[in-house]
């Protein structure tokens, strides 16, 4: 069984930065993509930053320049580096993987989520 795993965010100050962590727990045999996705009070959840196994990173526009996702693939985690945050940022942020096994082909997991605030 996989499970997701999500640490870090909480309060911080407009211009401040937080970084989010995420660790795919359990047996696999190779994670496809990880992303993050975040979700304010009253809207959907969007996507804000994405990575691939061909090593393709995408971000959302409102975070490029901000917001930086890196990998650690021996830890089978990641991470969201948020810098230069502003009360937009304000939101559920959600941990994602589109992960294979053999017994189960691929499945998409996801964490259980972390907030974090921004106060201006």
């Known amino acids: 069984q996989v499970r997701l795993v999500e640490s870090g965010g909480g309060l911080v100050q407009t211009g401040g930065s937080t970084r989010l962590s995420c660790e795919a727990l359990?047996?696999?045999?190779?994670?496809?993509?990880m992303g993050w996705y975040r979700q304010a009070p009253g809207k959907q959840r969007d996507m804000v930053a994405g990575?691939?196994?061909?090593?393709?990173?995408m971000y959302e526009d409102s975070v490029k320049g901000r917001f930086t996702i890196s990998m650690d693939l021996a830890k089978s985690a990641m991470y969201l580096q948020m810098d230069d945050l502003k009360p937009e940022d304000t939101a559920d942020y959600y941990c994602?993987?589109?992960?294979?096994?053999?017994?189960?082909?691929?499945?998409?997991?996801w964490g259980q989520g972390t907030q974090v605030t921004v106060s201006s």
């Open positions: 359990g047996r696999f045999y190779k994670i496809n993509t």
């Open positions: 994602t993987a589109n992960i294979y096994d053999y017994s189960t082909g691929s499945l998409t997991y």
């Open positions: 990575w691939t196994s061909s090593g393709r990173i």
